[in-house]
């Protein structure tokens, strides 16, 4: 009976993974034109906020790339969370879950070439992967922490 507690709980830490990948894939449907028309109205959005806006933004104020960012933080989580589900599985861990994302990200771009008013670019794959290793990165050094934390606690005691 173990075996299928131990099927489930594998599942279960699938699911945050599953649902980051469903989500990138989701704003991935979108249509260019969709897209420009909720950056436009974000841009409006953070004008209306921002204290100079009844002014003229100086010419060195950066221009955000909303879809950019929205880009790295999908694929961060993405990252983070299929580590996560193979966190148990071997030192090889990070690696896979790098590969993992880059080849969705590589399916992402090959989805959205298909999606009117968008195109696919090896650049955002390049992008979209560097953003999940951060989050790889960043799990791998918490283990690692809560790992030395935990040794020493239990060498201590």
Do not use: N
Not at 9 to 33: D, N
Not at 98 to 116: G, K
Request: glycine share 6%.
């Amino acid at each position: 009976m173990r075996f299928a507690s131990d099927g489930r709980q594998a599942l279960l830490r699938w699911l945050p993974a599953i649902f980051f990948a469903v989500t990138i894939f989701m704003f991935s449907s979108r249509p260019g034109k969709e897209i420009s028309d909720s950056y436009h109205s974000l841009s409006a959005a953070v004008r209306s906020i921002s204290p100079a806006s009844s002014q003229q933004a100086p010419a060195s104020s950066p221009k955000i790339d909303w879809l950019k960012v929205g880009h790295g933080i999908g694929y961060f989580c993405l990252g983070f969370t299929v580590l996560y589900a193979l966190t148990t599985r071997s030192h090889w861990s990070p690696l896979a879950a790098l590969v993992i994302c880059s080849l969705y990200a590589i399916t992402d771009e090959l989805h959205q070439a298909m999606i009117p008013g968008r195109s696919a670019a090896s650049r955002d794959v390049v992008l979209d992967s560097l953003a999940a290793l951060t989050g790889i990165i960043i799990l791998s050094r918490v283990m690692k922490w809560k790992s030395r934390a935990t040794t020493r606690q239990g060498s201590a005691g």
